[in-house]
Every structure is written in structure tokens, then in C-alpha cells.
């Protein structure tokens, strides 16, 4: 059964860049025709997808806030990572990495398999 973690710090700076991993078991990153988001809540609010790398090495991100995302894998490690650039207190919240299916053209469709989550704070 595969198993996410993720992991990176809990604190990060206003303008700088949140970076973090996600490390899989159980599973590879490159087995079709799976795809690996990343999602996030802030507090009391609902889930947000942010973006996924595709088995293929494919990428599809928000449209929100694609001009400060990048995905990306090392299939070495199989592990995946968010970067976030130029953040404020609004990218406060729990981040998800999560495998599941979809298309590049139309995004994910479901999530089958999620991690546990980790909170990251922006805050000076």
C-alpha cells in the first residue's frame, strides 16, 4: 500500500520560498497513469489543489497561483517537492501531498491516497 510523507519547515518568512517534500513508499512516482498533487487548507477554510506532477513527469497547477509554483520529482528518492515563491500569511495552512488520477488537460480527478499533512506558517 503506498504510504506519503511530507515534510519541510513549519516557519517561513513573508517573500520567501515555501519548499517541500514529499517522500513516497510502497509505490513509485513514475507508475501510470498516476498523478501527485499537492493540496492545502488554511485555517477554517476548505481544500485547495494546487498543482500535481503526472507519472509521465507532466505538471498542472492552479491557475491562482501558477506564477509562484513549481513541481517537481526526483524519481531517485521518489520523492516530490513543492516550491512556493513570494509567500504571505494567506499561504498559511496544512499542505497534502496526495496520488490519484487525472488528465494534464483537465486536471486532477480524484485522490485516492493522501499524506498526513504538514502546517506551515508564514509569519515574520
Known amino acids: 500500500q503506498v504510504q506519503l510523507q511530507e515534510s519541510g519547515p513549519g516557519l517561513v518568512k513573508p517573500s520567501q520560498t515555501l519548499s517541500l517534500t514529499c517522500t513516497v513508499s510502497?509505490?513509485?512516482?513514475?507508475?501510470?497513469?498516476?498523478?501527485w498533487s499537492w493540496i492545502r487548507q488554511p485555517p477554517g477554510k476548505g481544500l485547495e489543489w494546487i498543482g500535481f506532477?503526472?507519472?509521465?513527469?507532466?505538471?498542472r497547477y492552479s491557475p491562482s497561483r501558477k506564477s509562484r509554483t513549481s513541481i517537481s520529482r526526483d524519481t531517485s528518492k521518489n520523492q516530490i517537492t513543492l516550491q512556493l515563491s513570494s509567500v504571505t500569511p494567506e499561504d498559511t495552512g496544512v499542505y497534502y501531498c496526495?496520488?490519484?488520477?487525472?488528465?494534464?488537460?483537465?486536471?486532477?480527478?480524484?485522490?485516492?491516497?493522501w499524506g498526513q499533512g504538514t502546517q506551515v506558517t508564514v509569519s515574520s
Open positions: 506532477i503526472a507519472y509521465s513527469g507532466s505538471t
Open positions: 496526495a496520488r490519484g488520477t487525472g488528465t494534464v488537460d483537465a486536471g486532477p480527478a480524484d485522490f485516492g491516497s
Open positions: 510502497g509505490g513509485s512516482i513514475t507508475t501510470n497513469y498516476y498523478y
